[in-house]
């Protein structure tokens, strides 16, 4: 009956013709039931229960509801409610296993609520509780995810791919020996893996220990010594050591044995990333466009289209502000809903690049409000870099740091934020802490030669010529065959010039 006069109690309620004929409308007995003894039943059951508070008497109505259509799933989901709040949970399990069978039955949001009571009640799956660990980690609260993981291994203290799991997250959290432990753990059980040997290999390498890094890796190259992806590791640490040339043998040597577009991809990012950090950035736009096209070859449109948000920054730094917009302009056009909320992405990459400080802080307010909308609650650090970059621009350096040591929290394995500090502090006048920061930096990428222009900058202000100088050089030798236009080797050759020319 309620289904025979919906339509027309909404036409005398002058509801919008187009409302009427667009918005989804199923009928009642599809949501609840055809059955009008199991109707009944469940009718008396919630008078039981919100009018009386009589859990026993409501039960009992929903079990002859379920009883006579054992297909209802809204009354299933109910009575498994019921029992557990009758402390009869195992009592539940049948009627939740049944509402999830015809879970098809309910309207969407009470379908999550069936499937979250139902994983409730499945406290040995596995699957679910490390589908929940990665949505956790997802959404950053990285304690419960850590927690689910533990639980899987008193479930099943076999599963020992989960090892792993909690070691990265451990590094994730700066707790660098806790992530050894679970490392090494699965490495015991699987010394034939060469993720064994990567996984602290890459531990040893974001904290600095380079030659135990090398030392893994090479581990990992003798099970399998054509894996080009370990012979790119050992290329970027040649290039974190200031082995240059040994750094491009590596990556010749990776590129000539790579037989598919993910190895020669793996290359081709390896080689942006040298000629990055050198400063010659033609170069690298080379590679990245070489990247894209192995990328295009295996990974989904979305994730291709995404990744050409990370080249909009350099375009910007090589003086091809043209081309930025160009190609943002291109992933605006073929992103489709939702995943068009991320083109603000794009905007702040390129507004931070031109220093543009207001324009970027227009696009940072739209990208946080797609994290809260989305609570892509992972993209955090990128928000808090980008905040602080605004704070710097404007020369409101304490705000920036405020932001740095935010991200710091969220990123401890993330070397450049030391580097980022330490600019802020040097910019106050606190030369001593900038340059504990700049040296935490360099104790991690040795001939990072941002940092090294930094803290000659630090030494200069403190007198200290021999130092700056030093520093100095060390920053224009790994610039050595930077691009013309590369701005940031022009300053460092002013500044030595300055020196120079002073003594």
Known sequence: MIDSVSVGLKRDLEVPARHIEQAQDLPVQEIQTTSLSAFRSAVEGYTALVLDSDWQNAARHFENAVADDPTYASAQHTLFQVYLYLNRAQDGIAPIQAAMEHIYRLPEREQFEVKSDYYFTRQDDIEGRAALAQLLIYQDKRDEAIAQYMKILEIDPEQYDYLREIGAVYESRGEFEEA????????????????????????????????????????????????????????????????????????????????????????????????????????????????QIEREAFAPPLLVLMTRFRTLGTYVEAGHENRAYETLETVRSELAPPWDAFFPMGELRIYLALEEPDSAERALEDVVSMVQTFSYNFLQPTVLRARGRIHEMRGEYEEAILAYEEELELQPTDEAIHELLGRCYRELGDLDEAQAQLSQTLSIRPYDATAHYELALVYSAMGDTDKALEHLRTALDVWSEADPAFTPAQRARAKLEELMSAR
């Not at 581990?219 to 491009?248: F, T």
């Open 180 to 291: 050894l432990e679970y490392y090494t753990a699965y490495a015991e059980q699987f010394p034939d893996d060469r993720a064994s040997f990567t996984t602290i290999g890459d531990l040893h390498r974001n904290i600095g220990n380079h030659e135990q890094a090398r030392e893994y890796y090479e581990k990992a190259l003798l099970l399998d010594p054509d894996d080009v992806g370990v012979m790119v590791q050992l290329a970027a640490i040649e290039n974190d050591l200031g082995a240059y040339d040994r750094a491009l043998e590596q990556c010749e040597e990776a590129l000539a044995v790579a037989k598919t577009p993910q190895g020669r991809m793996a290359v081709y990012e390896g080689l942006r990333t040298y000629y990055e950090s050198r400063g010659q950035l033609e170069r690298a736009i080379e590679y990245i466009h070489l990247a």
